[in-house]
């Protein structure tokens, strides 16, 4: 198994966790010089709060762990494609490469509905989609399915 795949697994793992618990099964880690510093999922719902993302949950988890807002050398996986919200904390806290499964046709900022690095900002991470793309849609759909 590569890194890639090892690493959403483990963001595949927060994922689960957050649809144990009602929320939109969408999980993330951070990863620095090789190591996992930090994990989140969703917890929108349970925080009652729209910035409860897995994203920025784990930026903010990452940057205390370094103990700096920049995150050099750090890579972020997340089961799902960011939302506008979640690629503007990941632009500006430096994040140098982004690995995402799901593409979110809906409310993607690395391609699918815009590309936030299509825009004269002034990090650009390089982006990953599609991996373990199957198995993280397929959480979000049952997921869904059951709530209707």
């Known amino acids: 198994m590569n890194d890639d795949l090892y690493y959403m697994s483990e963001a595949f793992k927060e994922a689960r966790l957050a649809a144990e618990i009602d929320e939109v099964p969408v999980g993330a880690i951070v990863v620095h010089d090789g190591e996992i510093i930090a994990r989140a999922h969703n917890l929108r719902e349970t925080a009652k709060n729209a910035l409860c993302h897995a994203e920025t949950m784990v930026v903010d988890a990452a940057c205390k762990a370094l103990g700096g807002w920049r995150l050099p050398r750090c890579t972020l996986y997340v089961t799902l494609e960011p939302c ?56 979000l759909q049952e997921f869904f399915k059951k709530k209707r």
């Open 84 to 139: 506008p919200m979640c690629a503007g904390a990941i632009v500006n806290s430096r994040i140098e490469r982004v690995v995402f499964g799901a593409y979110d046709k809906r409310a993607g900022a690395f391609g699918s509905v815009l590309d936030l690095n299509g825009y004269p900002l002034n990090h650009k991470p390089e982006i990953v989609g599609g991996i373990m793309e199957e198995e993280c849609r397929t959480l």
